[in-house]
Each structure stands twice: as structure tokens, then as C-alpha cells.
């Protein structure tokens, strides 16, 4: 079905696009799925201490607003991350700010950071319970003259409400964001943050969000950082500003972060770094590419024990998370496993 409408809803700009489906998840407009590997227990997990159904998740930036999460748990994602959400609410940089490369299977995004601010959110979020595992992707308002504070202004909004709270250091579309990767000021930032969580007397579990273009020394210094401040996952990893030479759409120099099957590869060899480096102690979500089961499998076998996808669904359909398990289990049959864990890391 959603073939025969893709070429329809291509003829709309990215941005509208993603709106109409914002709308019809939250009107109930996309049918019910029939999911015949519900709590298969190949993909059965835990995250956080809590069941999940199956290890893919939904990505930031398609829930931004958290209107629609519970309508993507309908749609079978194991668990939904909300967000990137600021203290206060913003507009975000100037239209047109989404490019749909469809011959690269593709997105470049500059959104930089719209939402509705921190209160309005979390206010929606505690009218709405949430039926399934629910993380809120935070970070600081574009004009902060204090970003420090604003991570620390979204934990004390979210800490009641949210399952996990990612801190997310790794968008390319707010300025000067990713100085936050080097090693001093990281660990300012989540020496910071678990101080506050003790303030808190919060239990709240704390992900850190990282970017595809880092090198292997700031990927050493990151992982010491994680290590010492106890975090307990890392997400690997957020759109890319560079890796534009072998695409062909000729939006391809656009200015944003780049996302979808040209940062498959990439995000891979990066999450195979952090797993060798991490050695169990912290687990990784796996971004970038995700929109089969092979890539789903792929980043399993680099070392992520989840994944997250939102471009992959731009461009297969509401029904991916089905799709995804059905090749999945096809893959994990012939390996002869009883649960994907017990590939995770043997690439």
C-alpha cells in the first residue's frame, strides 16, 4: 500500500510530508498492522531494566513534539525516543530545511532544534501515558547563553516522566554543539548532570548521543568519559555534516545533517570501535541506515544491542519495524540462535 502512495506523498516537500504524517498517526489514519512475529522471543530484550518487545526503536527527530508516540508503538517499534526538545520553545533555522534525496535514499536536514519548548511537552506527556518504553532527546536552546544549563533545565522538566533522557551533544544544525564531544568539557557536562540526578534524588538512566564524524583519538577520550560517569548507553550516531561524495542527488551539498543508506556503513564502523573500546560496560543503540533486516543485523553484529531508524521509514513505509523482523528472523534462523543477543559484537 504504501508503495502505491510513496510517489504522492514524494510530490510534497520533505517537511509538509512529515507533518501529514504526524497528523494521520495522531487521527489514527494509518491501518492497523498485522505483526505475526509479536513476542517472538528471538527478538525479545531489555532496556533500562524494562521488557521490550523487540530492540528497534524509533530515532529523534521524527516525534519532536511528542504527539504521536504511543501511534508508533502501535506500529511496532520496541521503544520511541521524543525529541530533540530546549528549555524554551524555538522555531528552529529558516525553510526550506529538509532535502529528500530519493536516488541516495537520503535526507539532509537543518531543522536545528524545533519544538515547543520543555513544560508544553512534558505537560503532554503526563496527559498522555506513554505504553511503551518512552526516552526524550534533550538539548539547548539555539540563543543559550548557558547550554550547561538548559541539559540541566530539560533533566529537572523530564526526569519524572521520561524512561531514559538522552543527552544529545551530536547535531551538526546547532552552532558549536559538537565542542561538547571533547574530552573536558563532556565530562563537565555528565559530572554536571549526575549531580543533579543526586539534587534529584532521580534514578532516571542517562544516554549520550554521539556523531558519526568523529576520529579514533576523540572516540578513546569519549569512551574514558562515558566510563567514568557511569552512563549507561551510548547512541552511535546522529547525522553526518560531511561523507557527501558518492551521492548523486544534486541537493547533495546542501548544508545539515546528512541521514539514511549513505551513513550505513559509516555509523558501523564507528559502533565497532566503541564496542571493542567499551568492552560491556556501556550498551550502544545503533543510527544510521537502519531500514532492513540485514541492516538491522549488521549493526547487531558490529555491536549495537538496539537500533534506532526514522529516515528508513520516510522511505519504506509505516510498516519497516514488520518488514525489519520478518528478513531478521530469516537471518537469525540460519545462524541457528534462539535470541539476536547472542550475535551482538561478532562481527
Request: some cysteine; aromatic content about 8%.
Amino acid at each position: 500500500m504504501f508503495s502505491n502512495l510513496r510517489s504522492l506523498i514524494f510530490k510534497f516537500d520533505p517537511e509538509t510530508a512529515h507533518n501529514l504524517a504526524i497528523k494521520s498517526l495522531k487521527f489514527n489514519f494509518v491501518p492497523n498492522i498485522l505483526d505475526n512475529d509479536k513476542n517472538n522471543p528471538l527478538f525479545k530484550t531489555k532496556l533500562f531494566n524494562k521488557e521490550l518487545e523487540n530492540p528497534i526503536g524509533m530515532a529523534a527527530g521524527f516525534d519532536k513534539n511528542a504527539e504521536v508516540y504511543n501511534s508508533l508503538f502501535k506500529l511496532g517499534f520496541g521503544f520511541v525516543e521524543v525529541g530533540t526538545i530546549t528549555p524554551l520553545k524555538q522555531y528552529g533555522n529558516p525553510k526550506p530545511r529538509v532535502f529528500r534525496l530519493v536516488e541516495d535514499e537520503a535526507l539532509i536536514n537543518r531543522l536545528g532544534f524545533n519544538n515547543l519548548g520543555a513544560q508544553n511537552i512534558a505537560d503532554r506527556i503526563k496527559s498522555n501515558k506513554q505504553s511503551g518504553l518512552l526516552g526524550v532527546n534533550i538539548g539547548p536552546n539555539k540563543d543559550s547563553e548557558n547550554r550547561l544549563r538548559d541539559y540541566i533545565e530539560c533533566l529537572r522538566t523530564f526526569h519524572h516522566t521520561a524512561d531514559y533522557i538522552t543527552i544529545n551533544i551530536s547535531s551538526p544544525n546547532t552552532e558549536d554543539l559538537r565542542s561538547f564531544h571533547e574530552q573536558t568539557k563532556l565530562n563537565e557536562l555528565l559530572q554536571t548532570i549526575n549531580k543533579e540526578k543526586k539534587n534529584l534524588n532521580s534514578k532516571v538512566p542517562i544516554a549520550v548521543k554521539v556523531s558519526p564524524d568523529i576520529n579514533d583519538q576523540e572516540v578513546n577520550k569519549i569512551t574514558e568519559v562515558l566510563i567514568s560517569n557511569n552512563i549507561e548507553v551510548v547512541i552511535i550516531s546522529n547525522t553526518s555534516d560531511s561523507s557527501r561524495d558518492s551521492l548523486s542527488n544534486i541537493q547533495k551539498h546542501q548544508k545539515g545533517g546528512l541521514s539514511g543508506k549513505p551513513i550505513e556503513k559509516k555509523s558501523s564502523i564507528l559502533i565497532n570501535k566503541f564496542y571493542k573500546l567499551l568492552n560491556g560496560k556501556i550498551k550502544i543503540i545503533g543510527v544510521g541506515g537502519v531500514d532492513s533486516g540485514k541492516s538491522a543485523y549488521e549493526k547487531f553484529l558490529a555491536g549495537a544491542s538496539y537500533v534506532q531508524l526514522y529516515t528508513g521509514m520516510v522511505f519504506k513505509g509505516p510498516n519497516i519495524v514488520n518488514m525489519i523482523k520478518k528478513e531478521l528472523k530469516e537471518l537469525l534462523i540460519k545462524d541457528g540462535v534462539k535470541n539476536f543477543t547472542e550475535i551482538v559484537g561478532k562481527k
